[in-house]
């Protein structure tokens, strides 16, 4: 079993629709949750982290969690064919030298003008 | 503005030659990763320092080494490059556990 997994997709919107993304991940003691968002040939870049139960919102952006299911997700409002992408799950299994990122593979959005 | 600058963005180097990627950063991070990332893949750790202390991952082949001289740079050393090196190479950091963030890569390129 891959430690976070997330569908490849590609997952295809309307523009103006909610896009949701999905993740599930193995290691329960996890702590720490985040959503990169990777253009083509561009590095990741931050977009929501989540540290606890329940949803977060920033924006157009909610990120949700859920401990007991192991599993994490990211709602797109209003989508725009910028927010076409690759969204990463990321979750930081912690140790003694700080943390290390366990990605998944990611998702691939697509937003249809 | 503070930020994680990665140099060159992009790298030529012939097959066994030896290469160099930069990375420098001005967020005052005591943490600091490189990744490799290959085309629709998931970025992979190499290594990390923690503070001085380095943290190599178990399957980083002995080709890749990595020196990080003081707080704010950290080179990494493909020391025989191979056609499968051929890739995206992310230096990222972090103040402790918080959100890693990226410089903008290197594209490296395998002649």
């Known amino acids: 079993q891959k430690e976070v997994e997330q569908n490849s997709g590609p997952l295809s919107v309307p523009e103006g629709a909610i896009a949701s993304l999905n993740c599930t991940y193995s290691d329960r003691g996890s702590q720490s949750f985040f959503w990169y968002r990777q253009y083509s040939g561009k590095s990741p870049e931050l977009i929501m982290f989540i540290y606890s139960n329940g949803d977060k919102e920033d924006g157009r952006f909610t990120a949700q969690l859920n401990k007991a299911s192991q599993y994490v997700s990211l709602l797109i409002r209003d989508s725009q064919p910028s927010d076409s992408a690759t969204y990463l799950c990321?979750?930081?299994?912690?140790?003694?030298?700080?943390?290390?990122?366990?990605f998944g593979q990611g998702t691939e959005l697509s937003v249809k003008p | 503005d503070a930020m994680v600058i990665q140099n060159p963005r992009y790298q030529v180097t012939q097959f066994g030659k030896p290469v160099t990627l930069s990375c420098s950063q001005t967020?005052?991070?005591?943490?600091m990763y490189w990744y490799q990332q290959k085309s629709s893949q998931a970025p992979k750790l190499l290594f990390h320092y923690y503070d001085k202390d380095f943290n190599n991952e178990a399957d980083t082949p002995d080709n890749f080494q990595s020196r990080r001289p003081n707080t704010s740079f950290c080179f990494l050393d493909i020391r025989s490059p191979g056609l499968g090196d051929a890739a995206m190479y992310l230096c990222?950091?972090?103040?402790?556990?918080?959100?890693?963030?990226f410089g903008d890569g290197t594209r490296l390129s395998i002649l």
């Open positions: 990222a950091t972090s103040r402790d556990i918080q959100p890693q963030h």
């Open positions: 990321v979750v930081n299994m912690y140790d003694n030298q700080g943390g290390k990122l366990i």
């Open positions: 967020l005052n991070h005591n943490v």
